[in-house]
């Protein structure tokens, strides 16, 4: 187990990638401590599944908006498990797709929220918590590319987490490796909801690997970036998985 005796905190740990997340970083040894918002049945079957498997869990509900939730989701860490060593910023998310033209301010602030001061948050109440370790951050390919129709918003704020993993990884390093993930197309409930079922088909048709990605995908990219074996030499990276769709 390549992960024993650390401790892994993941946002959005409820559903779809951070639940994978979670149960692949367990699977290598580390405790885990699972933050979710509105999906509490996901999340506690997640922490079932982990203490099934003889791995140690926790979920908390939390806003990661709110620095209160965010400092008590940490502080039940350390107390229970003595510390953090690998963050996954994965809470975040689209909201809804509008032009600049109808996009209000409070929608532009609710999306920049969600993703990135989400992520500030998180990273600043864990850094007293982390001597050494490794942050891998939830962008995405929109974040290259500028995203889909009325998407601006969201591209923008994954955009900005990009930037912010590379300006991290330079006033962390050596002890703290930071970097992030910039997931195409994978088959979870935010493209359920926000992408047209042809759009997807289309991809899967027209993508080198002929599928859409699953959860699996990203979580195994995760788990091999929490391991300083496997990625010691990598930090302030956006690495990319799209099945080829995309080339940076």
């Known amino acids: 187990m390549k992960l024993q005796g650390k401790t892994a905190i993941v946002t959005g740990g409820g559903r779809d990638i951070g639940r994978a997340c979670a149960i692949r970083l367990a699977a290598e040894g580390a405790n885990v401590a699972i933050n979710y918002f509105a999906s509490s049945a996901g999340a506690e079957a997640t922490v079932a599944d982990i203490r099934a498997a003889d791995g140690k869990a926790f979920a908390q509900q939390g806003d990661l908006n709110a620095a209160q939730d965010v400092e008590a989701l940490v502080a039940r860490t350390v107390a229970e498990f003595g510390g953090v060593d690998i963050l996954v910023n994965n809470a975040g998310g689209l909201i809804a797709r509008k032009t600049i033209a109808e996009m209000s301010l409070e929608h532009w602030q609710a999306v920049m929220d969600l993703n990135l001061t989400s992520t500030f948050l ?45 300006g991290l990884a330079k006033e962390l390093g050596p002890q703290i490796r930071v970097n992030a993930l910039c997931p195409g197309m994978i088959d979870t409930d935010f493209h359920n909801v926000h992408t047209a079922d042809e759009a997807r088909r289309a991809l899967e048709s027209s993508a080198p690997v002929r599928r859409q990605g699953i959860p699996k995908d990203v979580a195994e990219l995760v788990c091999f970036l929490a391991v300083d074996a496997s990625s010691g030499f990598i930090t302030g990276a956006n690495v990319d998985i799209n099945g080829g769709v995309f080339f940076s």
């Open 122 to 166: 998180m990273v600043k109440a864990c850094l007293p918590h982390m001597k050494t370790g490794t942050i891998v951050n939830l962008a995405s390919q929109a974040g290259r590319d500028g995203g889909g129709p009325g998407a601006v918003a969201y591209a923008t704020s994954k955009g900005a987490v990009m930037t912010m993993t590379r």
